[in-house]
């Protein structure tokens, strides 16, 4: 009955193009609420048969009792459960899973596995430019995580970190980084006096490249759209309205790729932005007072599903953001300055300086060992503590608006 229960909401969503957007965002809300219901449809704790596509993460001197992660992609069709190996649930409504395994003495391991495509060759020159220019492999492992969202060379040490104190989220590529480097591709152009809406194309080509370049990855995709149909309204001189832009980023979206609903990125991803559109707070001049009601913001509706999840949320995850989020967004405009004007050795320099800070930070916050929420609960308290936070903020803007004067979102 609910077999195709993702392809129905995403046709649902489909409809804020036949009707009102504010519908469409109505409905998008309604199905995050709706969400876990969904959950037990397509959880199946086996590998799928069929046309596998592995990739090992591999790591110089493999020893003794060295784990070995395989990334599996297999479509959905015939199931058998696989002996000798642990399964590590990942993305288990999509069909990707990673198999752990174990070195032992005098033995191996045999994959036999299909080359699928040779790996982009523009991303293989970026990588190892970005290798040789890197002052130390710390600094390596950071950029190519920010720019070409490869984290496979973080440190343990340093990516444990990022994990406990809840910040993992700032080496994803997000709309942090795309609207970065669409401003700075547009003010490039802007310097050889391009024409606005000729710069706006552009810009947008070179954005979607940079989407393709990293194979349409699902927190690039996001960002991508958001950034795209704000554009385009701005472009038209049309009033902006961000529930609608958000509205038909998650249409689109779903329309694109269904199973994306039951990702947690993406789940965590729209409910942050929707916490950030329908904040209650007054925007501020001050730039890190703008962090902290922002942070709060989307920690409020974020937090039920990182309980439902994880059974943990960082309390004070806005204190933190206000120490990391300016650090990484100077870190990020310094590496898009080395890559435009890499013969510049100072700005190789500054991005060494400013990324062991960023490192040191993220280290001392898991030191500081930061208080988090423990707290377990099924669907049918995730749905009503999603609803209880919708009512909260709306009674809260109602609060501000009518104390203030002004609307947040016209």
């Given at each position: ?103 032992k003495k005098d033995s191996f391991i045999v994959l036999s ?253 898991e030191k500081l060992n930061l208080p988090a929420l423990k ?36």
């Amino acid at each position: 009955m609910f077999k195709n229960s993702s392809f129905i909401i995403s046709i649902l969503f489909a409809t804020g193009i036949l009707i009102p957007i504010k519908i469409s965002t109505i409905l998008a809300i309604i199905s995050i609420i709706l969400l876990p219901f969904f959950r037990f449809l397509i959880y199946i704790p086996f590998i799928f048969l069929g046309s596998l596509r592995m990739e090992i993460y591999k790591y110089p001197n493999i020893k003794t009792n060295d784990t070995i992660i395989v990334k599996v992609n297999a479509p959905s069709k015939g199931i058998l459960p696989i002996e000798g190996f642990g399964i590590f649930k990942s993305n288990v409504y999509t069909g990707q899973y990673h198999l752990e395994g174990y070195i032992k003495k005098d033995s191996f391991i045999v994959l036999s596995f299909e080359k699928i495509r040779n790996q982009n060759e523009i991303y293989l020159k970026l990588d190892k430019f970005l290798r040789e220019k890197a002052f130390r492999f710390e600094d390596y492992a950071i950029i190519t995580a920010l720019i070409l969202n490869n984290r496979d060379y973080i440190p343990y040490e340093v990516k444990n970190a990022f994990v406990e104190t809840g910040m993992f989220h700032i080496l994803a590529i997000s709309g942090l980084h795309i609207s970065l480097i669409f401003l700075i591709i547009s003010f490039v152009l802007s310097l050889f006096y391009i024409p606005r809406k000729l710069n706006f194309i552009i810009s947008s080509i070179m954005i979607f490249l940079y989407t393709a370049l990293l194979d349409f990855i699902p927190s690039c995709f996001r960002a991508f759209l958001f950034a795209i149909i704000f554009s385009i309204s701005n472009l038209l001189e049309r009033k902006v309205n961000m529930l609608n832009v958000f509205g038909l980023s998650l249409t689109l979206n779903l329309m694109i790729f269904p199973t994306q609903i039951y990702d947690i990125g993406f789940q965590l991803s729209y409910l942050a932005v929707l916490g950030l559109i329908y904040s209650p707070f007054n925007y501020s001049k001050n730039f890190f007072i703008n962090i902290l009601k922002s942070s709060i913001s989307a920690q409020i509706f974020t937090t039920p599903i990182l309980l439902y999840h994880f059974s943990k949320a960082p309390i004070l995850y806005f204190f933190g953001n206000l120490i990391t989020i300016p650090i990484s967004t100077i870190l990020l405009l310094n590496l898009l300055f080395c890559l435009i004007f890499p013969f510049i050795e100072q700005l190789w320099v500054s991005l060494h300086i400013i990324n062991l800070l960023f490192i040191k930070s993220i280290i001392l916050l898991e030191k500081l060992n930061l208080p988090a929420l423990k707290l377990v609960i099924d669907e049918k308290m995730l749905i009503i503590l999603l609803i209880l936070n919708f009512i909260i903020v709306s009674l809260l803007r109602r609060l501000f608006i009518l104390s203030n004067k002004q609307y947040f979102v016209q």
